[in-house]
């Protein structure tokens, strides 16, 4: 699984990562956020009503869920890592850093990677230039990541993504290494 503050490039790690990895699949996450333009449910994310998303975790089928700073929750079905398991292929995961603790309590053999950005002002940068927020909403993303920022060690792996290229290449280098122990 892969987690880190929002603006670190966790996502476009991932996409990087898996495009050249027919071994690798991304579990899409549920989210009771709003649809933003482009995306598509079952592609991005598996969009669910307030109602859904409660009747779900109460039976049981969230692997880890949480409810972030917007106030909208985000989680992993159970169903998608069974899924993509039963394809042959190795699952990765992304996690805001609360639901990768409960994964890794839950299912000790998991791997973590914690992706950072090189600076704080880099990720403060990446946030604001994404626009995908209201200023009150990245002030909130910014004070989390901050404290996330602090528990980066609880990972097994930190990278720093200073380049994606380099960055890809190193995560590359991890799951090879994971995958074949």
Known sequence: MITGPS???????????????????????ATTRPRRPGEQDGRDYWFLTEAEFDRRAAAGEFLEYVVYVSGQRYGTLVSEPERIFALGRSCILELETQGAKAVAAARPDTVSIFVSAPSFAE????????????????GERLA??????EEAEDFDHVVVNDDVERAVAELERLVDREVAT
């Open 123 to 138: 990720l403060e940068r990446r946030l604001r230039e994404r626009a995908t927020e209201s200023s009150g909403e990245i």
């Open 7 to 29: 603006g670190a490039g966790k996502g476009t790690l991932i996409r990087e990562l898996v495009a050249g990895r027919p071994d690798l699949e991304r579990a899409i996450s």
């Open 144 to 149: 989390l990541a901050r404290r996330q920022i």
